[in-house]
């Protein structure tokens, strides 16, 4: 009666330590709740609106299934979106609980993600260490890279990457210590979960699958012991069991059904059938391999590797300017931003590989999470995306290292907790003071979404908007209308938007905008670069004859089947030299056809009409001259705008050199100058945005605010 007692009381206790870490995770992801909460800007319909514009996605899918639409024409470009899980659980909670879509959507990440701490206390208690697990579930949940991708409006599959993923780890940890049925059976059930959550995951989970039957083999020959670990107590059976079973739910490329019934099927004959220890190795040598194939191990590993490392334009075919070389998640970075990341500090992510080492040397199991480990220190090359997958570990290893150093303080297990909890303080700080300073805003504001949803009484379902990829989902959920590049879809037809945004022609814009879109619904949703200018085929034609002809207006445009919209917001402004640069290339050279010339920012100070902005810039507004780092050059127009209460542009302009190089647009209403080419001063975006000129005959204006400007095509 003792033991059973002392053992629940063990339990309750341990369960007690989660719920308060569960609840320090959620209470320090309520500061952006509590720093963002009331201001109408960022709220709509009641709601604060969320911060990522991937959730939109997810948001859309799950409103269409609440509404009973399923994928039909038009909307197509979703389908993907259907199938997640995060979608269908966003369905059940909108569907059986009093929680609205928008309130399901903005605090989702936080009551997922801080679970985390439940797997990182589990993982602890394995070894014995459950105090120190409650420490690392404490710094591990609120850690730098964590929060950012799982923090309340963060509503996107990254609130399972990692969560999912430690808890694979520690199920896997759960078959070396405890080499039992329900250890493979809990590792088998999570897998086969995880790929309807985050698939892209999975690479490091085959990563560590491999960890794990290269342990259990040098294990199970004796080669490697540990003293805290269970023996294998069917033998073979249980060494490979566990691989056969293991490596028939990684099979990735088989259907889940398929995999479901192998599975079953395996285990009735390893529990019943009487096999030899040869035949196991037989067996579990042929699932092994098959698991090699079945996913794609080396394949996927390869090719997300040279993904992330890839820069620069297209080798073959057409030369298209590839995204991933402007997505900052996927740039190199140094090792401050790293080590922020995953640990806060510098000194808290060296202090964390110190701490992994010394916890694989004395609990041996731990090496499985390797996979995590190198996935944060790849991202020096590869980007700051990688860093989570390593904080969850990190964390567990910090607080290791501070445990074996306080063995050499003090001999008193009490006290030896106490400079634990005084250290992991110290880095809960850093991340901590992160998170106040980190006020990320909503992705749009009310004007901006307002305006989306003057959109959608005008528009229909079927209906197309052209914008950047970086809006194309708020655009889904807001206007209900669909996009040509999203951000899931953003590889060549970035080309067709940017071209359309950059050019100097009303008629290229116009022509070009409805071609597009009707290539792509007529072509069953594929690139419509490929289908127009036959890339990588034997046709394969020279796309500047056919936007030579669009601009020209003597080629014939495929019947109207829909209406067409160009969305242009203030905020792509600072974006838009990035933009730019996928349509100002030689499709044909890989090279770029001009220099662009787009800076837009504040001024810095005003001295007798010499305007410094921040960047640097100086703008003589007496004689018309401008100096751009060392390059100086002649002012062609100076231009003040003014937005005025009608919605309307009020423009004040002043010549200088009519030979000049450049334009500089002052946006008095936003308290921001624009220095630029003469070239890129005459294109759609700003021309139609900032200027509010347009051609009447081929375009009307049917949204105008501040913030937004939305066209519809009359072509």
Request: proline share 3%.
């Amino acid at each position: 009666m003792k033991k059973t007692l002392q053992r629940e009381t063990g339990t309750i206790s341990f369960w007690i330590y989660i719920a308060v870490a569960y609840v320090f995770s959620m209470a320090i992801r309520m500061i952006w709740v509590y720093q963002f909460d009331g201001n109408p800007s960022f709220m709509y319909n009641g709601e604060l609106m969320i911060n990522t514009n991937d959730g939109y996605a997810f948001a859309n899918a799950a409103r269409d299934l609440l509404h009973g639409i399923t994928p039909q024409d038009g909307v197509k470009q979703a389908v993907h979106h259907y199938s997640s899980g995060l979608v269908s659980l966003t369905y059940a909670l909108v569907k059986w609980t009093p929680f609205s879509l928008e309130t399901v959507i903005l605090y989702l990440p936080a009551f997922i993600s801080s679970l985390i701490v439940i797997p990182m206390m589990f993982a602890a208690r394995l070894m014995g260490h459950t105090l120190l697990g409650f420490f690392a579930a404490l710094l591990g949940s609120i850690a730098w890279s964590y929060y950012n991708r799982t923090m309340v409006g963060y509503y996107d599959t990254d609130m399972f990457s990692v969560l999912l993923q430690f808890s694979i780890f520690y199920a896997m940890l759960h078959v070396v210590y405890k080499k039992d049925i329900f250890s493979v059976l809990l590792t088998a059930g999570l897998i086969f979960i995880y790929p309807l959550f985050y698939p892209q995951g999975m690479t490091i989970v085959f990563a560590m699958f491999v960890m794990l039957v290269g342990y259990l083999a040098l294990e199970y020959k004796g080669i490697l012991k540990s003293d805290e670990t269970q023996a294998f107590h069917e033998g073979a059976l249980t060494f490979y069991g566990s691989v056969v079973l293991l490596s028939i739910t990684l099979m990735l490329s088989v259907a889940i059904e398929v995999r479901l019934i192998l599975f079953v099927m395996a285990l009735f004959v390893l529990l019943k059938a009487k096999l030899s220890t040869k035949q196991m190795l037989y067996i579990a040598v042929i699932a092994f391999v098959a698991f090699l194939i079945f996913s794609n191990v080396f394949g996927s590993i390869l090719g997300r590797v040279f993904s992330f490392l890839d820069r620069g334009v297209e080798a073959e075919g057409l030369h298209f300017y590839q995204v991933i070389q402007t997505v900052r998640e996927a740039g190199a970075i140094p090792f401050s931003t790293m080590a922020n990341r995953i640990s806060g500090s510098q000194i808290g992510v060296i202090i964390s590989l110190i701490g992994y080492i010394l916890l694989v040397m004395r609990h041996k199991p731990f090496i499985i999470a390797l996979p995590m480990i190198g996935v944060g220190v790849l991202s020096l090359w590869a980007g700051l995306r990688f860093t989570v997958y390593a904080v969850p570990i990190a964390a567990l290893s910090a607080i290791y290292f501070f445990w074996i150093i306080s063995m050499y303080v003090s001999t008193k297990r009490g006290f030896r907790y106490f400079i634990v909890g005084i250290a992991t303080a110290m880095m809960l700080y850093t991340n901590i003071t992160h998170i106040i300073g980190y006020k990320v805003p909503t992705v749009l504001n009310k004007t901006e979404v307002s305006d989306l949803a003057k959109l959608k009484k005008i528009a229909s379902p079927k209906d197309y908007t052209i914008a950047w990829w970086d809006y194309g989902y708020p655009i889904w959920f807001y206007s209900n209308t669909n996009t040509l590049i999203d951000g899931g879809k953003h590889t060549n037809d970035n080309f067709i938007v940017s071209k359309i945004l950059l050019t100097p022609s009303p008629e290229l814009a116009a022509n070009l905008s409805r071609l597009a879109i009707e290539t792509y619904v007529d072509s069953n949703y594929t690139k419509v670069t490929d289908i127009m200018f036959h890339n990588k085929q034997e046709n394969q034609t020279d796309p500047n004859l056919l936007l030579a002809e669009l601009e020209s207006g003597t080629y014939t445009l495929p019947k109207k089947t829909r209406d067409v919209f160009l969305y242009l917001p203030f905020r792509m402004l600072r974006i838009f030299p990035t933009v730019a640069i996928f349509g100002n290339i030689n499709l044909i050279t890989g090279k770029e056809q001009k220099e662009v010339t787009f800076y837009p920012d504040s001024a810095q100070s005003n001295h007798d009409g010499m305007i410094r902005l921040r960047n640097g810039i100086t703008f003589d507004s007496k004689n018309g001259e401008v100096e751009i780092g060392r390059l100086k050059g002649l002012v062609k127009h100076f231009i003040i705008t003014q937005n005025t209460t009608a919605g309307k542009i009020k423009l004040q302009s002043q010549t200088y050199h009519i030979n000049g190089d450049y334009v500089i647009i002052y946006m008095q209403s936003y308290g921001q100058f624009v220095v630029m080419d003469t070239d890129t001063f005459n294109s759609t975006y700003v021309q139609m945005f900032i200027l509010g000129k347009y051609d009447k005959a081929l375009f009307e204006l049917v949204v105008s605010s501040p913030y937004t400007k939305i066209y519809k095509i009359k072509r």
